[in-house]
């Protein structure tokens, strides 16, 4: 029954963390607008589509294109420090979400059709992230796992 109850979490939090991941990500966008002079026209932020973020006009448009990965990275990481200084209980699931993002925004990266953002410096930041990330998840994944079973053996 424990089993159930942990593939029922995954079930609820996946598309939690999927719209989750897509607001952040778009609030980069519009902060990166904001900051370069952009004007925002239209956010697209539906659970059932692939969000997006009009600007126009765009006088920066790689600054506006790479805010969007660098804060729906940078805010989940965040959150999880955060997290795991103040010693949450679930503390697990801001490490998944925050896991999640960095797979998410290194997708919207790696489809993207401009070369310009693939630039040495971006690979470096993202092995960078990577082995934070890793680092984290590494250091305690022992207290993680046995609180997430310990919280998958409450629900029953």
Not at 30 to 44: C, H, P, Q, W
Not at 75 to 92: D, E, I, S, T
Not at 96 to 110: D, E, P, Y
Request: charged content about 5%; some cysteine; overall charge positive.
């Amino acid at each position: 029954m424990a089993r159930f109850h942990q593939l029922l979490l995954v079930a609820t939090f996946l598309p939690l963390c999927w719209f989750a991941m897509m607001a952040v990500h778009e609030l980069g966008h519009i902060v990166g607008a904001s900051l370069t002079g952009g004007t925002v026209t239209k956010v697209v932020l539906h659970p059932f589509t692939i969000s997006r973020t009009d600007v126009s006009p765009n006088p920066q448009p790689l600054a506006v294109a790479w805010a969007g990965p660098m804060v729906g990275v940078l805010v989940p990481l965040v959150l999880l420090a955060v997290f795991r200084l103040a010693n949450v209980r679930w503390c697990y699931l801001a490490q998944f979400f925050a896991g999640f993002c960095l797979i998410a925004n290194k997708l919207a990266f790696a489809s993207s059709t401009s070369d310009s953002c693939a630039t040495p410096a971006f690979h470096l930041f993202w092995v960078s992230v990577r082995i934070v990330v890793t680092s984290l998840a590494c250091s305690s994944s022992t207290a993680i796992r046995s609180s997430a079973f310990s919280a998958a053996s409450n629900f029953a």
